[in-house]
């Protein structure tokens, strides 16, 4: 069975500080992954996609970057922390050659202040 | 309706009522995915509608679509209280790899 592990669960920074969220996927060869940002309250906004080792896709600027070191590791990662960075960062898989299944991890709960 | 609104609508009804949650999406698809996230967890899928089906049923859940109105809807019969979450409706652009999420609904049920 496939597992999905994010880390840490909840993190506490300070503005300028930066940050680094990881994701692993078990159990699954050459996954899509994704990384997905919500403000509490809020719609999940889709931040990267990644289809390939070492090939990451922006959807939107948040400045943010991330980062696919091996296949079944996804990093989001920022040098210097903002307060609208606050909220809640998701990392999902899929299968194969589509989107239509994503398998969402339990995410990490990110204060900045 | 889920689209197109910037707050996330919330409904509240009594255990053992049935409940319909509608969405409408910009752009044009051909697959609806609903899924559901309870409070403090990941987002779970619950059903996935494609253009020809017009209606698909899972259990106590029936999603519809209506490609023509480009709007979607999902109803949970016979709800319980650990339905309570936010559902969402997702589409993504034909061959896009984004998958966008509408603004959500808050269900609450009562026991």
């Known amino acids: 069975a496939q597992t999905i592990h994010q880390w840490p669960v909840a993190e506490i920074k300070a503005v300028g500080s930066p940050l680094s969220l990881g994701c692993t996927i078990k159990?699954?060869?050459?996954?899509?992954l994704y990384w997905y940002w919500q403000a509490t309250g809020g719609t999940l906004q889709q931040l990267f996609y990644s289809i390939t080792v070492g090939q990451v896709e922006s959807v939107v600027q948040l400045n943010l970057s991330a980062s696919r070191p091996k296949d079944d590791q996804f990093i989001l990662s920022t040098e210097k922390l903002l307060l609208s960075h606050s909220g809640f960062y998701l990392c999902?898989?899929?299968?194969?050659?589509?989107?239509?299944?994503?398998?969402f991890g339990h995410g990490t709960k990110l204060s900045v202040l | 309706s889920q689209w197109g609104e910037e707050n996330l609508q919330a409904l509240s009804i009594q255990e053992g009522e049935d409940v319909t949650m509608n969405c409408s999406y910009k752009t044009y698809t051909t697959v609806v995915q609903w899924y559901r996230q309870k409070s403090g967890k990941g987002p779970a899928q619950l059903i996935l509608i494609r253009s020809n089906e017009r209606e698909k049923r899972s259990g106590r859940l029936r999603a519809t679509l209506d490609t023509s109105s480009q709007s979607s809807s999902l109803s949970i019969t016979g709800t319980l209280a650990t339905d309570t979450a936010v559902y969402f409706c997702?589409?993504?652009?034909?061959?896009?790899?984004?998958?966008?999420f509408g603004s959500g609904t808050q269900l609450t049920v009562m026991p």
């Open positions: 999902a898989w899929s299968p194969g050659v589509s989107n239509e299944r994503l398998f």
């Open positions: 159990g699954k060869s050459s996954p899509n």
């Open positions: 997702a589409t993504d652009s034909s061959g896009s790899w984004q998958l966008i």
